[in-house]
């Protein structure tokens, strides 16, 4: 069984920088796409971030330019790079990795609290 483990949340003043990471306990092949969503309370759950098969990147508005998706593929992981963060980005954390004919896999959710 596929598990997706996350770590890197915490709380951060305004301006700082958080990492976090999300790595797949288990063996996948031919992840098509590794992404990012949070979800502030009494809010939707919104994509963050993602990062395709092939490479390219795409981040929601009010993120771009502080922000940055990575991974490492040998590894089956992804990181997100997230500086000058504001209050306005304090949510939920999640990764969800979606492998083609396979299906969807979930991170159990990072806080990130930014806050003075």
């Known amino acids: 069984q596929v598990q997706l483990v996350e770590s890197g949340g915490g709380l951060v003043q305004p301006g700082g920088s958080l990492r976090l990471s999300c790595a797949a306990s288990?063996?996948?092949?031919?992840?098509?796409?590794m992404e990012w969503y949070r979800q502030a309370p009494g809010k939707e759950r919104e994509l963050v971030a993602n990062?395709?098969?092939?490479?390219?990147?795409n981040y929601a508005d009010s993120v771009k330019g502080r922000f940055t998706i990575s991974r490492d593929s040998a590894k089956n992981t992804v990181y997100l790079q997230m500086n000058s963060l504001k209050p306005e980005d304090t949510a939920v954390y999640y990764c969800h990795f979606f492998v083609f004919l396979i299906g969807n896999y979930w991170g159990q959710g990072t806080q990130v609290t930014v806050s003075s």
């Open positions: 288990g063996s996948i092949r031919s992840i098509n796409a």
């Open positions: 990062i395709i098969n092939g490479g390219s990147t």
